[in-house]
């Protein structure tokens, strides 16, 4: 039984998980840093621990300190929220040393889904499509496996990340040459020579599917597509994925609750796919072993409070929805507004916001920390609120997104608001079904 | 440090819209102790705008290098933790005395998890560093004096 949660994140999701808690009865306690003493998430909790200093080394990332302030608040739960420790297994495992019930799933999804190579054999595993491709240890073994996989391709670090390490190779005659480079670049990099030879995609769509499972059942909430990027940063993500014909649809949402049954998952997870913009032939990339950002779009077409069933979840219920309950109603488009000036290459830009006016009315939805007043400090990621449309088909939250970012004011620090209207503004976007090359094209 | 209850939710200002939207009126302020909310027409749409208490305020979390704010120097283009060296342990981009022009790296500064270049923006000579390695600076802060009198 959960009585007291403790929430070990900061920002909007901190505030979103304080609404939850609160609404279930729960009492919350927010652990912060020296930063976040006065954030609008501390004013809203029940009760504040501080973890300790600003920097997330000292405070958000570290898991003694975590744990600590946990055990000082007296909670029963942690829930970790999105990024920092929450797909930490360590972390994981060191609230279930102190006593504590970890709000996420079992430390053995989260080892499974730890990195790509490993999510991919798990893949496999559930009988799950995965990119064509493998491992090459030397060149021989990369030439092989090119052979195998066919042309275009990509060469990636085995270690790496980011998109460094990555050489696209367009015929057999420019493979010899191309992977000395990756190779090279990747011993430079990463301190690991070898690389991971795959089937380039050039048209890809980034397809999610959100799913539930408690251990026994599995379910999915739908698609969320989030094709529109920057360097692998998320911009905009939309429910369901539109302009995918139906059946394929149907296929990548089984494909996804046969992993979650594969891994007798338990809590909230997401598993993302690519998918070919023009075949729609989907390729399972990996799950991620926590609630999204973007899971308010989820929640729009649905109607679920995706926290209250994490939170439910890892007290040790059942799920009490089963498939057919789910009926996703309508179009839902989430827009992150950042803390950045996106015309001098999204240089961040903390500080003090003197004016946060955000959009109101029927259909729109904000999530945020930031009140007038509020402050961002320099030490976070720059994620400062998200702007969320609801309606009933894909055109009417087109259009009502684009009213709703005409009312948005902040100032005092720079935003991506207007990135937002060139996006919007866009023929592509407003067609539907762009793939992930889209921001390139973006024409502001 | 705790509070009752969290004002609204996302609904119940959707609706307070809803309301206002039936009527002649133009916006809607609702003061308490600990907050304020103005839901207010604007064009075709409404907006929503949070101040809370002056309790609430938000400190200022930048502890900003005090320095003297006069004569050309070579400031803060953002806040965030200043760097002289590119890496741990490597020598500093500059030292006193060093000759820079204007697209010339003379530090970095570590913001929001990335790393900012700070250019010297100018022709010159380094006549001074101001601020120690990996201290928190504000956006404007002098980091070094540069003489910019014709070499």
Redesign the interface.
């Known amino acids: 039984m959960i009585r007291r949660l403790f929430i070990a994140n900061r920002g909007e999701i901190a505030l979103r998980i ?2 939850t808690a ?1 609404a279930m009865g729960l009492v919350s306690v927010l652990g912060v840093s020296e ?1 976040d ?4 998430p ?7 621990v501080v973890i300790g200093p ?1 920097p997330s080394a000292q405070s958000y990332l570290d898991v003694a300190a975590v744990v600590a302030a946990a055990r000082a608040g007296r909670a029963d739960a942690v829930h970790p929220g999105y990024g920092f420790l929450s797909e930490n297994a360590a972390f994981a495992q060191a609230v279930a040393a102190a006593g504590m019930i970890f709000v996420g799933p079992d430390l053995a999804s989260l080892t499974a889904m730890g990195d790509k190579l490993m999510a991919r054999t798990v893949g496999i595993a559930a009988g799950l499509p995965v990119v064509p491709g493998g491992e090459a240890a030397d060149k021989a073994a990369a030439r092989a496996q090119a052979a195998h996989t066919g042309y275009p391709l990509l060469l990636k670090a085995v270690s790496g990340g980011g998109g460094r390490g990555m050489k696209r190779v367009d015929a057999p005659d420019q493979l010899d040459a191309q992977i000395d480079m990756a190779m090279a670049e990747a011993q430079a990099a990463f301190g690991d020579p070898r690389v991971y030879v795959e089937r380039f995609i050039a048209r890809g769509r980034h397809v999610e599917v959100q799913v539930l499972g408690d251990g026994h059942e599995a379910i999915h909430l739908g698609t969320r597509d989030c094709s529109i990027q920057r360097r692998f940063q998320k911009l905009v993500e939309e429910a369901p994925a539109p302009a995918i014909p139906a059946d394929k649809r149907a296929a990548i949402e089984v494909a996804a609750v046969n992993l979650a049954r594969h891994l007798r998952y338990r809590g909230a997870g997401t598993v993302e796919f690519l998918v070919d913009a023009e075949t729609f032939d989907f390729y399972f990339l990996e799950m991620n072993a926590r609630i999204q950002v973007e899971h308010p779009v989820t929640e729009a077409i649905t109607g679920v409070d995706l926290i209250e069933q994490q939170i439910l979840i890892a007290g040790g219920a059942r799920l009490s929805l089963r498939q057919g309950d789910i009926r996703p109603l309508g179009h839902a488009i989430e827009v992150r507004i950042n ?1 950045e000036d996106w015309r001098a290459d999204f ?6 916001v003197t ?13 945020t920390h930031i ?5 961002v ?6 994620l400062i609120g998200k702007l969320i449309v609801a309606a009933p088909t894909r055109a009417q939250a087109v259009a009502l997104l684009a ?2 970012l ?4 902040i100032e005092g620090v720079d935003t991506t608001r207007d990135l937002h209207r060139a996006i919007v503004a866009d023929p592509r976007f407003v067609t539907g079904g762009v793939d992930t090359r889209f921001f390139e094209g973006l024409a502001a | ?3 009752p ?2 004002p609204l ?2 609904e119940d ?2 609706e ?3 309301i206002l ?1 039936g009527t002649a009126y133009q916006r809607l302020d609702v003061t308490t102790a600990r ?1 304020r909310l103005r ?2 027409r ?11 208490g002056e309790d ?7 502890e900003a290098v005090a320095t003297a704010d006069t004569g050309p120097g070579i400031r803060a283009p ?4 200043f760097y002289r060296a590119p890496a741990p342990g490597a020598p500093p981009f500059v030292e006193p005395g060093a000759t820079v022009g204007p697209d010339t790296v003379v530090g970095i500064i570590e ?4 790393m ?1 270049p700070v250019h010297a923006g100018a022709h010159g000579t380094i006549a001074e560093v101001l601020v120690d390695n990996a201290t ?1 600076v504000a ?1 404007g802060t002098v980091l070094m004096r540069l003489d910019d009198t014709a070499p």
């Open positions: 304080i609404r609160r930063a003493r006065h954030s609008l501390a004013l809203s909790a029940d009760e504040v600003a803390a240089r961040p830009s903390p500080g003090r004016r946060a006016a955000w959009p109101a009315g029927s259909g729109i939805r904000i999530d009140a007038s007043g509020g402050e400090p320099p030490y976070y990621d720059s009213r709703a005409d009312h948005l004011t | 440090m705790s509070t209850d969290l939710s996302p200002v959707a307070i819209a809803a939207d907050f839901v207010a604007d064009g075709d749409g409404f907006t929503q705008e949070w101040t809370f609430a305020a938000p400190a200022a979390t930048v953002l806040p965030g933790t913001t929001m998890k990335l900012n928190m956006k």
